[in-house]
């Protein structure tokens, strides 16, 4: 064998109890694995290189199912912000917004309006315009070496129909609805896993329910799942879970619910009333999963916070809208009096609004400090030409322990990795899980909670041959310390590494070891498996 974790406490993914055993790997799989007090005559196996695992458990690698580094895995090749977590897998595309498929135009427009979750992309070689291509891109990344841990992708519905009928506010026509379905259906083909939507992102949130429904139906065709940031997290919220519930019903495509949150003061111990609607869907045969992250705010780009019709035309229009007095009193108005669409309906309150990052280094005074104002909020997003994220502190504890104990629960970082001082969920999703949530409170119990990040992920993106500590599975696996796990990532020190983690491989290979982070770049693209 290649390799031999000796004595490691497995936790091997189904949620079933844990064991003791020596777990072998060769060829990049799982090719043994003996359970303590096996049968006489079944050998302990050996390997050319033995690990004492005494101590650690050893699971299956964590599956980020909502991630942003369509361009932070091209760029920097260590990625220890989600390899040190034990992240083995993320999956891009998230929110309707990323860089396939697209033409040049498309490709402009998106690169200025998702500058604050990637970065302008100046470092970047966009040498792709199709979803294959840049799954393909990943995989020659560095010089051809891969990328840092595996990818799978999402085709972004608010891309597509950027594409197909640029920022306008209104239904698809026929011919643009057709336009769409085959962008879809090339991006399945070409790979991807299935579509998500940012419906309080412009442009994707001017899409009506019919025209979402039509193009969930070409995702379950190939076998994929919808996955939408649906139309609000605040006032509306559970009018919103259900309309995502119904149109996917109609269509007959699963559902994943990103970051599944019910936040702002009117939502405060409402997470029950979701996953009592969750629950009868899934008695009634709908197929729904959905992911959280483990901390109370969420972390999104300024300019997400104003009314749609103010994004009509893209990026440039709304800076002329800004720009110009008597619009921006209008945009004041719907933010601090009606409840902005892209503040989930509910009357701004500036204090709960953290800047967590700007693209001009002339505004980083700003970072870490909190809104006071739609003045202030102008200025930058007028100085910082919209690039500016933010932290918005208005999630509530008991809502984040219920959700998290659902039986179809996976996680997801949601991690933006720009600025100067992001959300800590961006390094400390998968070990706040495993310290804060499983040994400090005991909300799940370790079997649980790897099981929520592992092999339920692994289901929903209908991988064979993951998700679990199996002999024949891909190794892709985590040894970390359950008495010592932790994020060490806080609000204060955001980029700061995870403690209890010492090994992580990818394809068998060390991609952390002994805590430090090797040169191995063992990731790919994962693509989608084809339906029978």
């Known amino acids: 064998m290649d390799l031999v974790f000796r004595d490691a406490e497995v936790v091997d993914g189904s949620g079933g109890p844990s064991y003791r055993a020596d777990v072998a790997i060769d060829g990049g799989r799982i090719a043994a694995i003996v359970k303590e007090g ?9 390997a050319r290189r033995v690990v004492d695992a005494e101590g650690l458990a050893l699971s299956p ?21 989600k390899a ?20 040049d135009r498309t490709l402009a427009e998106v690169r200025r309006a998702i500058t604050g979750w990637n970065g302008h992309g100046d470092d970047i070689d966009f040498d792709w315009r199709t979803v294959g291509g840049y799954l393909d891109r990943l995989d020659r990344a560095h010089g051809g070496r891969g990328i840092a841990v595996n990818a799978a ?17 209104r239904p698809a026509t026929a011919s643009e609805l057709n336009r769409m379905r085959r962008l879809v259906a090339e991006g399945l083909e070409q790979g991807a896993v299935g579509m998500s939507s940012g419906l309080t992102y412009t442009p994707g949130m001017y899409a009506p329910d019919a025209e979402l429904t039509e193009l969930c139906r070409v995702v379950a065709a190939y076998g994929g799942y919808y996955c939408p940031h649906h139309r609000s997290y605040g006032a509306g919220a559970l009018r919103a879970y259900e309309e995502m519930v119904a149109l996917t019903r109609e269509a007959g495509c699963a559902l994943h619910l990103a970051h599944a949150t019910m936040n702002f003061g009117v939502n405060r111990g409402r997470a029950p009333e979701l996953l009592a609607l969750l629950d009868e869907a ?6 729904i999963s959905l992911d959280t992250y483990p901390y109370t705010p969420g972390s999104t780009t ?29 945009v004041r108005h719907h933010l601090e009096v009606v409840g902005s669409d892209g503040c989930h309906g509910v009357p701004v309150e500036w204090d709960t609004i953290e800047i967590a990052g700007v693209t001009d280094p002339g505004l980083a005074e700003f970072v870490g400090r909190r809104l006071d104002s739609w003045a202030t909020a102008r200025r930058l997003l007028l100085d910082d030409r ?14 984040v322990r219920a959700i998290m104990r659902h039986r179809v629960h996976t996680g997801g970082s949601d991690g933006i990795l720009q600025g100067l001082k992001p959300h800590p969920r961006a390094y400390g999703t998968f070990p706040h899980y495993l310290g804060r949530y499983v040994r400090e409170l005991g909300v799940l ?30 190794a892709d696996l985590v040894l970390f310390d359950p008495t010592t796990v932790a994020a060490g990532a806080t609000y204060a020190t955001p980029r700061t590494l995870p403690v209890g983690i010492p090994h992580v491989l990818i394809d068998g290979r060390f991609v952390m070891e002994d805590g430090q982070r090797t040169d191995i770049l063992a990731g790919r693209a994962v693509r989608r498996t084809p339906t029978a």
């Open 84 to 103: 040190a977590q034990g992240v083995t897998l993320e999956v891009l595309g998230q929110d309707g917004l990323s860089y396939a498929p697209v033409d």
């Open 38 to 46: 096996a049968a006489a005559g079944c050998q302990r196996p050996t």
């Open 153 to 169: 992708y999402l085709v972004p519905q608010g891309t597509v129909r950027m594409y197909a009928l640029g920022w306008e506010d």
């Open 445 to 474: 119990s370790l079997e649980e909670c790897v099981a929520h990040l592992t092999s339920r992920p692994a289901a929903r993106l209908r991988l064979p041959d993951r998700g679990l500590v199996r002999e024949g599975y891909v």
């Open 282 to 287: 899934l008695e009634q045969g709908s197929d």
């Open 302 to 330: 300024l300019v997400a916070v104003l009314p749609s019709w103010a994004g009509e035309g893209g990026p440039e229009a709304v800076l002329a809208r800004l720009g110009d007095d008597g619009t921006a009193e209008r």
């Open 61 to 81: 690698g964590f599956v980020d199912m909502h991630a942003h580094s369509d361009l932070a895995l091209l760029r920097d090749p260590d990625h220890s912000a």
């Open 386 to 399: 919209l690039g500016t994220t933010i932290l918005q502190h208005v999630g509530h504890e008991e809502n």
